[in-house]
Every structure is written in structure tokens, then in C-alpha cells.
């Protein structure tokens, strides 16, 4: 059987993406609208070898609400089912999970020694009963078991949409406490979907705008500790960082990475002019690829490297504008009316992500790179900051209540405009950024 969900965006971008032949008949076919998320189930793994219940249960739980949360999947509570997976190698009861009208099943096994924890599963097809490709194992540690899960998930989303999952990744962003006069400011990180938040920096001094490196490991970000605002890159392991050195008497800010991690693209503000520059990490050599009387800023690389787009009000008004990574002549991008900024290219490559304020109103929209099909996806008092998950296919960002007392939080969409749901955090947070796939 071949399971359609239509999601309302651009079939051109998806389709290419989207083969499972090999894999089976069982698929999310994303090209049109919505119209009903596919239904499975996870019974809680098998703990096998002594294996605690509870770890299994755990695992399950975190599995079912990664597929949920993406609103292309609706789990079956575990209290419609008519048998359960009680041996991981047992045969599959395809009719009671039919009955209970579950497409696809995900079973799986934990097994722990010491601190080594190993992680199976297997994904069937319940109306052409099948399973769909080889069960997988991962190994970690039981620290580690969210990761685990998350991998699981990953495996299960590609398996059914094609597309690269996005589950096991990390988000580094601005924690936020305190009153909106007199906000205390830290970075911190966490996984995808808010649990297991560290803390990077403390409050004593203003942080804004933190970056991950297309390896993970590293967080750019811009501190006022020494009272103006300068560029520091932050290991993420050791918390170990170090300031990025710009012209005298020039203010930096707005830093990220280049995809091959070894450059940053920044701007820079002399007197009353902010241009866009590049400086090479390792020797600190910076290069200047803007020199209009304007304010240019809001840099982004292309996946590939060889173009950037960035915000600029040469034109009278904040609009997109993309050049080559080496500077020279920008094509303006972004013509529809209001303001538009903080502009994020896809790692995909072919839309670019923005911030747009028009009549009262914060927007997130995406655009292709040559300005055409703008597609808004919220609406609200203040939304901004857009940055995009590993696999193109979901935007986080932040979003600001009105009034004195109002609370920034991280919310998440899909880029189709559905699936629009909060990020739970501790405190407040704002400037989101998601990091790549982790190792």
C-alpha cells in the first residue's frame, strides 16, 4: 500500500528526495498538502540481558515523540493495542496491528552492560507485511541513551520520507531570565527538541547571535563583556574560547562560519558605516567584500561556499541582497513590501530563510534564491532569528510576547507553514541556531 501525505510546498524541491522503492511500499510522499499523518506504533523495546524495563520504555517514548512531533506521523497509544512485543525475534501479529489501523511499526531492543548501551530496531510495513530494509543496532553509553533514540528516529523518518532526519542534532541559543527591562543574558545548548540543556556562558555579560560550526564543536557568538561588542569562539566541549580580533576602533558583530568552518563572515562598524567582512581563523587576516554608504549585515554562506546573502538598506529600505563569496556586485533578492532580514540559506541549497516586519507584523518566510515564490510561514507581535534543521525541512526561531512583561521563546515550523509548536527550554530563549547532525 502506498501512503500519501501532501504538504503544500514546492513539489520541484522535494521531488528528487523522495524515491523508497528499494525499500518498500510504505512511504510518506511529500509533494502536495497535508491531508492525515500516517499512524504507527512503538511498543516500549525489549530490554534484554538483564536490561532495565524502565531504559526500553524511555526509549520508546522519546522515538514516538520525535515522529509526532514532526507532524507527519500520529501515534496509537499503547492502550488500543491487541498484543504487544514482548522478544524482539518473535514474528510480527500483522492483523492486530491492522486492526488497530497502524501502517507502520517500530520495535526495538536495549541491551546494557556496565555503561555500554546497544540499541536494535526494526521498522514493518503492517499492511503489506513487510519489514522495511535491515533492523540497526547503535551502540553508546546510558548517558548517551536520548542519542540513541534519536538515531533510531532518524533511521525511521529517512526510511519512510527519503529525506535525512534531523532528530539526533543540538541547538545552541540565548537562555533568557529576568524582567524584559533588565534581562540577564547566557549561552546555552541542548538537543533538538530541549532536553539536556547545558549552560555555556553566565549572565554576567550581554551574548547575542550564537552560530554553530558545520562541525558541531564550535559556537560563534558576539559578548559585550568589555563593555562593546566583540566576536569569541567558543568550544563546545571544553567551554574553552577565544576573541576574534577586528580593525581598531571598529565594532564586529553578526559572525557565522563558513561551510568549510575555517572562515567566518562578519560585520563591521567604522563610524557610521557597517560593511560585511571575512577573516580567516587561523591567521586572523581579514578581507573586506562590501564598501557601499550603507548598512550591509546578517551574513550567510550558501552550502556550497561560493555565494553569500545578507541584508542591506542600500535601496532605501532592509532588503536581501546575495554576492559572491569573494564580494563584488549584490543581486537583490527580497521585493515585496515591508522590511526584510536576518536572511539563512537552506542546506539544501535552494530556499533562503528570513525575517520580515510588514504592516505591525513579524513574519518567518522563505524565498528562492532568485527572490521568487516568498512564502510566509507565521505571524505574530515580534518573530525572528530563523535557522534551519540538518535536513532543510523544519525552521526554529523565537518569538516575543507583547507587553513589559513579555517572554521569548523558541518555536519550531515546518517549511510548508504547518506544524507551528513551542520549544520547551528552562527560562526564556532566543537566537536559536541548529547544529548538523552529530558524529
Do not use: C
Not at 129 to 138: M, R, Y
Not at 414 to 439: A, F, H, M, Y
Amino acid at each position: 500500500m502506498m501512503v500519501r501525505i501532501f504538504t503544500a510546498l514546492m513539489a520541484l524541491m522535494m521531488t528528487a528526495t523522495l524515491s523508497l522503492a528499494q525499500q518498500g511500499p510504505l512511504r510518506i510522499e511529500i509533494t502536495e498538502g497535508v491531508i492525515e499523518p500516517l499512524p504507527f506504533a512503538t511498543p516500549n523495546f525489549v530490554a534484554e540481558n538483564g536490561s532495565s524495563a524502565e531504559m526500553g520504555a524511555q526509549l520508546a517514548r522519546v522515538v514516538a515523540a520525535d515522529l509526532q512531533n514532526t507532524g507527519l506521523f500520529r501515534e496509537i497509544p499503547a492502550s488500543a493495542y491487541i498484543s504487544n512485543v514482548t522478544d524482539f525475534g518473535s514474528a510480527i501479529q500483522y492483523s492486530d496491528w491492522k486492526a488497530i489501523n497502524a501502517q507502520a511499526l517500530v520495535t526495538g531492543a536495549v541491551n546494557v552492560s556496565g555503561n555500554s548501551l546497544t540499541v536494535k530496531f526494526r521498522l514493518y510495513d503492517i499492511f503489506s507485511g513487510a519489514e522495511l530494509g535491515n533492523g540497526l543496532q547503535f551502540q553508546g553509553t546510558t548517558e548517551g541513551w536520548r542519542r540513541m533514540a534519536h538515531k533510531v528516529s532518524d533511521a525511521v523518518y529517512s526510511r519512510i520520507t527519503g529525506e535525512g532526519g534531523y532528530f539526533d542534532s543540538r541547538v545552541v541559543f540565548v537562555s533568557e531570565t529576568g524582567p524584559k527591562n533588565k534581562r540577564q543574558k547566557r549561552l546555552a545548548v541542548m538537543d533538538y527538541d530541549g532536553a539536556g540543556v547545558k549552560y555555556l556562558t553566565d549572565s554576567r555579560s550581554l551574548v547575542l547571535a550564537p552560530r554553530f560550526s558545520p562541525t558541531g564543536d564550535r559556537v560563534l557568538y558576539t559578548s559585550y563583556e568589555t563593555g562593546f561588542p566583540r566576536i569569541y569562539v567558543l568550544d563546545v566541549g571544553s567551554v574553552q574560547r577565544r576573541v576574534l580580533e577586528s580593525g581598531e576602533g571598529s565594532i564586529s558583530f553578526a559572525p557565522r562560519f563558513s561551510p568549510n568552518g575555517q572562515t567566518v563572515v562578519y560585520s563591521q562598524a567604522t563610524g557610521s558605516n557597517t560593511d560585511i567582512y571575512t577573516m580567516d581563523i587561523a591567521s586572523g587576516r581579514s578581507t573586506r567584500l562590501t564598501s557601499a554608504p550603507s548598512i550591509e549585515t546578517a551574513p550567510s554562506y550558501s552550502p556550497d561556499g561560493n555565494s553569500i546573502v545578507f541584508e542591506s538598506d542600500r535601496s532605501g529600505a532592509q532588503q536581501l541582497y546575495i554576492m559572491s563569496a569573494n564580494g563584488g556586485e549584490a543581486k537583490r533578492i527580497s521585493f515585496g513590501q515591508g522590511r526584510y532580514g536576518t536572511p539563512v540559506w537552506s542546506p539544501r541549497g535552494d530556499l533562503v530563510a528570513f525575517t520580515k516586519q510588514s504592516k505591525g507584523r513579524f513574519h518567518i518566510g522563505v524565498m528562492r534564491v532568485d527572490g521568487s515564490e516568498e512564502r510566509l510561514l507565521t505571524a505574530s507581535f515580534l518573530d525572528e532569528g530563523p535557522t534551519w534543521s540538518p535536513n532543510g525541512r523544519v525552521i526554529m526561531f523565537h518569538r516575543e510576547t507583547q507587553g513589559a512583561g513579555g517572554r521569548s521563546t523558541l518555536y519550531s515550523v515546518d517549511i510548508t507553514g504547518r506544524n507551528l509548536r513551542p520549544v520547551r527550554t528552562p527560562e526564556g530563549g532566543s537566537d536559536p541556531s541548529w547544529s548538523p547532525l552529530q558524529k
